[in-house]
C-alpha cells in the first residue's frame, strides 16, 4: 500500500497539486495491516484525513477497520481477497455479503473487484492487484487524475517492472466502459 499511495502522490504532484501522505505501517512486518492517506488539492495542509473520498482496501477485512474514516459520500473499492491470520482460525470471519451490509451504513457506494485473482490468472502475479484497483478507481473517476499521470508516476516509482504495471492499468482501463 505505501508503494501504491506514493503512486497516487506522484500523480496527483504531477498534475501541479499540492501533495500530502502519511502512512502506517508499524506491525506489518509481523502481519498487521498497512494504512495510507493521501490527501491532494489546490492547498493541504495535513496529511491526516477524517472523513475520505475513497476507500480502496487490498484485503476485505480491512474495509471494515476503516469505516471510522466514511461517511455518507465515501465510497469503497474492495478486493475480493481474504488474507489468512493465524490470530484467527478459531474465530469466524465475516463474509463478504456481511462486510457488504456493514458497510452500506456508512456508504455512498461499494464496488468489489477481484483484482487478486485477476492478476494471478491473466499475469501471474498477485502483486499487480494494487495497480490494478488504482487504475480501476482513476478510469471510473473515483480518483480525480488523469491516467496518463498515474502511468507517468509508475514508471518514475517502479521502473524495473514497468511493461507489468502498465499490463494491470490495461486491463483495468479495458474493464471500464
Same mark, same amino acid.
Given at each position: 500500500?505505501?508503494?501504491?499511495?506514493?503512486?497516487?502522490?506522484?500523480?496527483? /504532484?504531477?498534475?501541479? %497539486?499540492?501533495?500530502?501522505?502519511?502512512?502506517?505501517?508499524?506491525?506489518?512486518?509481523?502481519?498487521?495491516?498497512? =494504512?495510507?492517506?493521501?490527501?491532494? &488539492?489546490?492547498?493541504? %495542509?495535513?496529511?491526516?484525513?477524517?472523513?475520505?473520498?475513497?476507500?480502496?482496501?487490498?484485503?476485505?477485512?480491512?474495509?471494515?477497520?476503516?469505516?471510522?474514516?466514511?461517511?455518507?459520500?465515501?465510497?469503497?473499492?474492495?478486493?475480493?481477497?481474504? +488474507? /489468512? =491470520?493465524? =490470530? /484467527?482460525?478459531?474465530?469466524?470471519?465475516?463474509?463478504?455479503?456481511?462486510?457488504?451490509?456493514? #458497510?452500506?451504513? /456508512?456508504?455512498?457506494?461499494?464496488?468489489?473487484?477481484?483484482?487478486?485473482?485477476?492478476? #494471478?490468472?491473466?499475469?501471474?502475479?498477485?502483486?499487480?492487484? &494494487?495497480? %490494478?484497483? #488504482?487504475?480501476?478507481?482513476?478510469?471510473?473517476?473515483?480518483?480525480?487524475?488523469?491516467?496518463?499521470?498515474?502511468?507517468?508516476? #509508475?514508471?518514475?516509482?517502479?521502473?524495473?517492472?514497468?511493461?507489468?504495471?502498465?499490463?494491470?492499468?490495461? +486491463?483495468?482501463?479495458?474493464?471500464?466502459?
Amino acid at each position: 500500500m505505501i508503494t501504491l499511495g506514493k503512486m497516487i502522490a506522484r500523480a496527483a /504532484f504531477i498534475e501541479g %497539486y499540492d501533495v500530502k501522505m502519511s502512512e502506517l505501517h508499524g506491525l506489518s512486518q509481523r502481519g498487521g495491516s498497512v =494504512s495510507v492517506q493521501v490527501r491532494f &488539492g489546490k492547498k493541504v %495542509y495535513s496529511p491526516l484525513i477524517s472523513k475520505a473520498d475513497l476507500i480502496i482496501s487490498m484485503e476485505r477485512n480491512e474495509a471494515l477497520k476503516n469505516c471510522s474514516l466514511a461517511d455518507k459520500e465515501t465510497v469503497f473499492l474492495i478486493n475480493d481477497h481474504s +488474507i /489468512f =491470520s493465524p =490470530s /484467527f482460525q478459531d474465530k469466524k470471519l465475516p463474509d463478504l455479503k456481511e462486510i457488504k451490509k456493514e #458497510i452500506s451504513r /456508512f456508504s455512498k457506494g461499494i464496488y468489489i473487484e477481484q483484482a487478486t485473482q485477476k492478476m #494471478i490468472e491473466q499475469l501471474k502475479n498477485p502483486i499487480l492487484a &494494487g495497480v %490494478y484497483l #488504482i487504475s480501476k478507481s482513476i478510469h471510473m473517476g473515483l480518483i480525480p487524475l488523469k491516467p496518463e499521470s498515474f502511468l507517468r508516476a #509508475i514508471e518514475d516509482l517502479a521502473p524495473k517492472h514497468i511493461d507489468l504495471n502498465k499490463k494491470a492499468f490495461q +486491463i483495468a482501463k479495458n474493464e471500464v466502459k
